[in-house]
């Protein structure tokens, strides 16, 4: 049993910053990959990012690279999102995820873009970006 709560989600001009959290809370996480997915209304959810159990690794979307950053702190359990440059089009409920096995170092970042490599979800967190 694992539970993931979003935080850090708001309203920003574009050109913005915001920083997301995911804490973890129940079985111990540290060991699996954690994803970033979010999804805007009428729109499929997309995969915003990935980060190794180690924070050695991570995995972009060419929509997002050069602007987000993810980092992690399994001393605290949580995992951070840092989104630059946001533009209105980033606008979406952003949700993390743990992955359904421990990392394995030979996936790329098509196979942590699959929803389905995912066990536990959070409920998300608005994130609205004005022009």
């Known amino acids: 049993q694992v539970q993931l709560v979003e935080s850090g989600g708001g309203v920003v001009q574009a050109g913005g910053s915001l920083r997301l959290s995911c804490t973890a809370s129940?079985?111990?996480?540290?060991?699996?990959?954690m994803g970033w997915f979010r999804q805007a209304p009428g729109k499929e959810r997309e995969f915003v990012g990935a980060i190794s159990w180690n924070g050695g690794r991570t995995y972009f979307p060419d929509s997002v690279k050069g602007r987000f950053t993810i980092s992690r702190d399994n001393a605290k359990s949580t995992v951070y999102l840092q989104m630059n440059y946001l533009k209105p089009e980033d606008t979406a409920v952003y949700y993390c995820a743990r992955s359904r096995n421990v990392w394995d170092p030979n996936y790329s970042t098509r196979d942590y873009a699959e929803g389905s490599e995912y066990e536990y979800w959070g409920q998300g967190t608005q994130v609205t970006v004005s022009s």
């Open positions: 129940g079985r111990p996480s540290s060991s699996y990959a």
